[in-house]
């Protein structure tokens, strides 16, 4: 086993093939990556040619997502809870959400980007916005039954300006929200609803060109845009006797032309970067299927409750 595969296994989480353009001439990519390995315990840095690697915090709290290193390589916003963060936590104490810090991609000026938790953020194409979604202006967040886990808070999708701090919302409240940005930085995709159905939209900056793209039973969550700007794929839940099930779907940007995937109860789908398949991810495996739909590589039941899976650039 090498070096880097020791230190990879039973990670949390990888972010894979994320680099600046400058890193990307040079050959050199390199690797974040929380370990899951005794005495080894915060956020590391490493060369894909498994060299320079480096801690960059010691935060044993510290939790990386795919969308934690911003498309210019200069910084890694990431989840933690540290002793200073109790009062905010006390504050606003709302399921699965955490307070959300960012660093230079080499450790330095780390500094926490919010005085309350969020559930789930994106960096912008130019790197120089976070969207982000949480709950914390629901003003029954603090109800004994969402503390407990009982109920979900109402949440919501805003904007934050990294460089300014100035933050906007872009939603209403609902449930099941999530976001992701356009190719051209111009637009972002939104699900929105409440706790039986959400729909998908698309919206613009200035506030003033939204279209809803879907109206259908179902819960339609992680609208993702294809490299092109031109399709969303999305994660579609339906409720049948059996129970709930997934399907994924691909939806032009006007709305128009929806259609299914193949293979069923996927959990989240991301596009390779010519737009040409997608890759669809299940509790136990994932599969790689073609814009059409047709399945060309199926790894479900292979590997089992992958942490991960992402395409190369």
């Known amino acids: 086993m090498t070096r880097l595969h020791a230190l990879v296994f039973m990670c949390l989480a990888i972010l894979g093939a994320a680099c600046s353009p400058a890193a990307r001439e040079s050959g050199e990519y390199k690797i974040a990556l929380v370990p899951d390995l005794a005495g080894q315990h915060g956020i590391f840095a490493i060369n894909s040619d498994q060299t320079g690697g480096r801690l960059l915090t010691p935060d044993p709290t510290a939790q990386l997502r795919a969308t934690s290193w911003s498309p210019d390589g200069k910084m890694i916003a990431f989840f933690a809870a540290r002793d200073e963060d109790s009062p905010m936590r006390q504050k606003h104490r709302m399921p699965l959400h955490f307070p959300l810090y960012g660093m230079d991609a080499t450790g330095g000026n780390q500094k926490r980007l919010l005085d309350f938790p969020v559930s789930s953020f994106e960096f912008s194409r130019d790197s120089r916005q976070l969207l982000f979604v949480s709950?914390?202006?629901?003003?029954?967040h603090n109800d004994p039954d969402i503390v407990k886990g009982l109920k979900n808070p109402m949440s919501a999708v805003y904007l934050l300006n990294l460089k300014t701090g100035s933050q906007k919302r872009v939603t209403g409240f609902g449930q099941n929200?999530?976001?992701?940005?356009?190719?051209?930085?111009?637009?972002?995709?939104l699900s929105f609803g409440d706790a039986q159905s959400s729909?998908?939209?698309?919206?613009?900056?200035?506030?003033?060109?939204?279209?809803?793209?879907?109206?259908s039973p179902g819960i339609k969550i992680k609208p993702v845009w294809s490299p092109d700007g031109?399709?969303?794929?999305?994660?579609?839940?339906?409720s049948r006797e059996t129970g709930m099930i997934s399907n994924a779907y691909i939806v032009?940007?006007?709305?128009?032309?929806i259609r299914q995937l193949a293979n069923a109860n996927p959990y989240e789908v991301s596009w390779s970067?010519?737009?040409?398949?997608?890759?669809?991810?299940?509790?136990?495996g994932f599969a790689l299927v073609s814009a059409e739909g047709n399945t060309i590589f199926d790894m479900e039941n292979k590997v089992i409750q992958p942490q991960d899976a992402v395409f190369t650039p």
Do not use: M, Q
């Not at 998908?200 to 109206?215: E, F, M, N, P, Q």
């Open 135 to 140: 709950a914390y202006e629901d003003p029954t």
């Open 177 to 189: 929200c999530s976001g992701s940005w356009s190719p051209d930085g111009r637009s972002v995709a």
């Open 252 to 257: 032009d940007a006007d709305g128009s032309n």
């Open 199 to 215: 729909d998908l939209y698309t919206a613009g900056l200035d506030g003033k060109h939204t279209r809803r793209l879907s109206d």
């Open 230 to 238: 031109k399709r969303i794929a999305y994660i579609a839940f339906v």
């Open 273 to 284: 970067v010519d737009g040409k398949s997608l890759l669809l991810r299940f509790t136990r």
